[in-house]
Antibody, heavy 116, light 108 residues
Framework: EVHLEESGGGLVQPGGSLRLSCAASGFAFDTYSMNWVRQAPGKGLEWISYISSSSDTIYYADSVKGRFTVSRDNAKNALYLQMNSLRAEDTAVYYC?????????WGQGTLVTVSS | EIVLTQFPATLSLSLGERATLSCRASQSVNSYLAWYQQKPGQAPRLLIYDASNRATGIPARFSGSGSGTDFTLTISSLKPEDFAVYYCQQRGNWPHITFGPGTKVDIK
């Protein structure tokens, strides 16, 4: 059974940093592209980052480009999102769905709150 | 950026009724459109991909249609578990993926 579990969220001050993790199991992680998608409280979904199976292709939404860095460790079946220079508008639940261009499996998400 | 518009914003229906949800793209996305269902406190679930293909395990009462800029998600006969928010998502100009604002289907 495919399982994705995000972790690492929490409360951080504006300008601070946080590293999110996504643990994958139940599928051949090293053959799938992965993404980060976020959802601000009470709002819709926003795609923010893509990483190919071998990490050779990476994309970001303009809203996080230059501040966030996605990476993966296929040996550990893990996906990461390093978030720097955090802003209040980055407050959201962060998901790590699997897929190239549509997302067939999602974790339950981890909440990041940026506030002083 | 391709902007997706969903309408209506809220759809109030009774059990057993047919639900028709619309999604319109600001420019053509060919058939590269997906639909997701999200219930409160849960992650989104993929229902339909590439406009009309049901995802694994999705009941036949869910169907998708359309191409270009206009798309429809139809739920043929609403069950209690179908009351949720539904989002469309385009990959027409991948990797610049965007989602629509959602349609809430609630109980009348």
């Amino acid at each position: 059974e495919v399982h994705l579990e995000e972790s690492g969220g929490g409360l951080v001050q504006p300008g601070g940093s946080l590293r999110l993790s996504c643990a994958a199991s139940g599928f051949a992680f090293d053959t799938y592209s992965m993404n980060w998608v976020r959802q601000a409280p009470g709002k819709g979904l926003e795609w923010i980052s893509y990483i190919s199976s071998s990490s050779d292709t990476i994309y970001y939404a303009d809203s996080v480009k230059g501040r966030f860095t996605v990476s993966r460790d296929n040996a550990k079946n893990a996906l990461y999102l390093q978030m720097n220079s955090l802003r209040a508008e980055d407050t959201a639940v962060y998901y790590c769905p699997r897929g190239y261009a549509f997302f067939d499996y999602w974790g339950q998400g981890t909440l990041v709150t940026v506030s002083s | 950026e391709i902007v997706l518009t969903q309408f209506p914003a809220t759809l109030s229906l009774s059990l057993g009724e047919r639900a028709t949800l619309s999604c319109r793209a600001s420019q053509s996305v060919n058939s590269y459109l997906a639909w997701y269902q999200q219930k409160p406190g849960q992650a989104p679930r993929l229902l339909i991909y590439d406009a009309s293909n049901r995802a694994t395990g999705i009941p036949a009462r869910f169907s998708g249609s359309g191409s270009g800029t206009d798309f429809t998600l139809t739920i043929s006969s609403l069950k209690p578990e179908d009351f949720a928010v539904y989002y469309c998502q385009q990959r027409g100009n991948w990797p610049h993926i965007t989602f629509g604002p959602g349609t809430k289907v609630d109980i009348k």
